[in-house]
């Protein structure tokens, strides 16, 4: 009887598992959306406050800073030297 309640549990277990590592293939839309392009033009008006995050290059998204402006998020080129700048203010 326990070998039997063993290899149930392993495979509840292992089919947790499988189901977890898939669940981005699965579900798209739960995770933040990342950047795909950035903007190299100097922007630095249309940023809002002195926040702003960094982004690694992973998957399809792309090496950013992600600075918050009144339309929403923007993803800058970290290279960009209006972006160095602003992240040293």
Not at 7 to 12: A, D, G, H, K, P
Not at 26 to 37: A, E, L, Q, S
Not at 55 to 71: G, W
Request: net charge positive.
């Amino acid at each position: 009887m326990s070998v039997k309640i063993l290899s149930i549990t392993l495979l509840l277990v292992s089919t947790c598992v499988s189901c977890h590592s898939s669940e981005d293939a699965r579900f798209p839309g739960i995770k933040p959306p990342c950047c795909v392009d950035v903007t190299k033009p100097n922007v630095t008006a249309d940023v809002v406050g002195e926040i702003y995050r960094e982004q690694a290059a992973r998957y399809h998204c792309v090496k950013a800073i992600i600075f918050n402006t009144k339309n929403g998020q923007l993803c800058a080129d970290p290279n960009a030297q209006w972006v160095k700048d602003r992240k040293l203010c």
